[in-house]
Protein backbone atom coordinates (compact mmCIF):
# COMPACT_ATOMS: atom_id res chain seq x y z
CA UNK A 1 0.00 0.00 0.00
CA UNK A 2 1.40 3.12 -1.22
CA UNK A 3 1.60 6.28 1.68
CA UNK A 4 2.94 9.20 -0.13
CA UNK A 5 3.40 10.60 -3.63
CA UNK A 6 6.52 9.74 -5.83
CA UNK A 7 9.26 12.62 -6.99
CA UNK A 8 7.60 12.65 -10.06
CA UNK A 9 4.16 13.25 -9.15
CA UNK A 10 5.36 15.90 -5.87
CA UNK A 11 7.38 17.58 -9.24
CA UNK A 12 4.47 17.27 -11.33
CA UNK A 13 2.28 19.03 -8.94
CA UNK A 14 4.99 21.93 -7.91
CA UNK A 15 5.27 22.85 -11.63
CA UNK A 16 0.87 23.08 -12.33
CA UNK A 17 0.88 24.92 -9.00
CA UNK A 18 4.06 27.63 -10.21
CA UNK A 19 1.82 28.12 -13.39
CA UNK A 20 -1.39 28.64 -11.94
CA UNK A 21 0.43 31.67 -9.45
CA UNK A 22 2.33 32.67 -12.47
CA UNK A 23 -1.16 33.38 -14.46
CA UNK A 24 -2.99 34.53 -11.57
CA UNK A 25 -0.43 37.40 -10.69
CA UNK A 26 -0.98 39.43 -14.09
CA UNK A 27 -4.50 38.98 -13.94
CA UNK A 28 -4.70 40.83 -10.31
CA UNK A 29 -2.52 43.29 -11.31
CA UNK A 30 -4.74 44.26 -14.45
CA UNK A 31 -7.67 44.00 -12.28
CA UNK A 32 -6.09 46.19 -9.27
CA UNK A 33 -4.91 48.43 -11.85
CA UNK A 34 -8.29 48.87 -13.65
CA UNK A 35 -9.70 49.64 -9.69
CA UNK A 36 -7.11 52.35 -9.66
CA UNK A 37 -8.94 53.78 -12.88
CA UNK A 38 -12.65 53.37 -11.52
CA UNK A 39 -11.39 55.08 -8.41
CA UNK A 40 -10.01 58.12 -10.18
CA UNK A 41 -13.11 58.63 -12.26
CA UNK A 42 -15.41 58.12 -9.05
CA UNK A 43 -13.81 60.79 -7.48
CA UNK A 44 -13.55 62.82 -10.35
CA UNK A 45 -17.38 62.50 -10.52
CA UNK A 46 -17.79 62.84 -6.68
CA UNK A 47 -15.91 66.38 -6.86
CA UNK A 48 -17.87 67.47 -9.65
CA UNK A 49 -21.16 66.93 -8.02
CA UNK A 50 -20.23 68.82 -5.07
CA UNK A 51 -18.75 71.65 -7.45
CA UNK A 52 -22.54 71.61 -9.08
CA UNK A 53 -24.18 71.72 -5.33
CA UNK A 54 -22.37 74.62 -4.82
CA UNK A 55 -23.48 76.91 -7.87
CA UNK A 56 -27.30 75.23 -6.77
CA UNK A 57 -26.53 76.43 -3.30
CA UNK A 58 -25.50 80.36 -4.95
CA UNK A 59 -28.51 80.38 -7.24
CA UNK A 60 -30.83 79.86 -4.38
CA UNK A 61 -28.97 82.51 -2.83
CA UNK A 62 -29.14 85.00 -5.50
CA UNK A 63 -30.40 88.49 -5.59
CA UNK A 64 -34.13 87.86 -6.42
CA UNK A 65 -34.77 91.65 -6.67
CA UNK A 66 -37.17 92.33 -9.91
CA UNK A 67 -35.53 96.12 -10.25
CA UNK A 68 -32.04 94.86 -10.11
CA UNK A 69 -31.81 92.75 -13.55
CA UNK A 70 -29.05 89.95 -14.31
CA UNK A 71 -28.51 88.36 -11.12
CA UNK A 72 -27.16 85.89 -12.82
CA UNK A 73 -24.64 86.40 -15.89
CA UNK A 74 -22.53 84.08 -18.14
CA UNK A 75 -20.24 84.06 -20.46
CA UNK A 76 -18.31 80.95 -22.26
CA UNK A 77 -15.99 80.34 -19.53
CA UNK A 78 -17.33 82.81 -16.42
CA UNK A 79 -20.48 82.22 -14.02
CA UNK A 80 -21.66 85.42 -12.08
CA UNK A 81 -23.99 85.53 -9.56
CA UNK A 82 -25.11 88.41 -7.40
CA UNK A 83 -26.26 87.04 -4.01
CA UNK A 84 -28.96 89.00 -2.07
CA UNK A 85 -26.19 90.58 0.13
CA UNK A 86 -24.74 92.39 -2.46
CA UNK A 87 -22.07 90.60 -2.78
CA UNK A 88 -20.87 88.20 -6.51
CA UNK A 89 -19.73 85.53 -6.80
CA UNK A 90 -17.36 84.59 -9.96
CA UNK A 91 -16.82 80.76 -10.68
CA UNK A 92 -14.57 80.54 -13.52
CA UNK A 93 -12.27 77.98 -15.33
CA UNK A 94 -8.62 78.98 -15.81
CA UNK A 95 -6.05 75.80 -16.56
CA UNK A 96 -7.51 72.59 -15.95
CA UNK A 97 -9.49 73.77 -12.28
CA UNK A 98 -12.80 75.48 -11.67
CA UNK A 99 -12.97 78.29 -9.04
CA UNK A 100 -14.74 80.38 -7.11
CA UNK A 101 -14.02 83.78 -6.00
CA UNK A 102 -16.06 85.83 -4.09
CA UNK A 103 -15.78 89.63 -3.51
CA UNK A 104 -14.92 89.33 0.06
CA UNK A 105 -13.13 86.08 0.28
CA UNK A 106 -9.79 84.80 -1.24
CA UNK A 107 -10.78 82.46 -4.72
CA UNK A 108 -10.62 79.01 -3.76
CA UNK A 109 -10.82 75.27 -5.61
CA UNK A 110 -14.17 73.82 -6.20
CA UNK A 111 -12.59 70.95 -8.83
CA UNK A 112 -9.96 69.82 -10.71
CA UNK A 113 -8.76 67.89 -13.61
CA UNK A 114 -11.58 70.07 -15.89
CA UNK A 115 -10.86 69.87 -19.65
CA UNK A 116 -13.19 72.46 -19.59
CA UNK A 117 -16.53 73.98 -18.17
CA UNK A 118 -19.15 75.85 -20.35
CA UNK A 119 -21.82 77.93 -18.83
CA UNK A 120 -24.96 79.03 -20.60
CA UNK A 121 -28.17 81.11 -19.89
CA UNK A 122 -31.06 80.74 -22.12
CA UNK A 123 -32.60 84.55 -21.71
CA UNK A 124 -35.91 83.39 -23.50
CA UNK A 125 -36.62 80.12 -21.30
CA UNK A 126 -34.23 81.50 -17.97
CA UNK A 127 -32.25 77.89 -18.37
CA UNK A 128 -29.11 77.88 -16.81
CA UNK A 129 -27.01 74.91 -17.98
CA UNK A 130 -23.72 73.64 -16.62
CA UNK A 131 -21.55 71.35 -18.23
CA UNK A 132 -18.17 70.39 -16.84
CA UNK A 133 -15.64 67.37 -18.39
CA UNK A 134 -12.79 66.08 -17.07
CA UNK A 135 -8.96 65.51 -18.89
CA UNK A 136 -10.58 61.72 -18.92
CA UNK A 137 -14.03 60.90 -20.93
CA UNK A 138 -16.14 62.00 -18.01
CA UNK A 139 -18.79 64.91 -17.93
CA UNK A 140 -21.35 66.36 -15.65
CA UNK A 141 -24.15 68.38 -16.40
CA UNK A 142 -26.82 70.27 -14.94
CA UNK A 143 -29.60 72.67 -15.79
CA UNK A 144 -31.40 74.63 -13.59
CA UNK A 145 -34.79 76.93 -14.45
CA UNK A 146 -34.30 80.91 -12.87
CA UNK A 147 -37.43 81.36 -11.78
CA UNK A 148 -37.90 85.09 -10.08
Given at each position: MRRGLT???LLLAVALLAAAAA??????????????DI???????????MALAEIDRLLLRRD???????AVTTTDDHL??????GATVTIRSEDDRLLSGHTTDP???LLAEIENASFELN????????RLKSNGRLVALRTWELTP
Open positions: LLEAIVPLTRTALGSMQDRDLAWQRSADRDPSRANRVRLATERLEETKLLTV
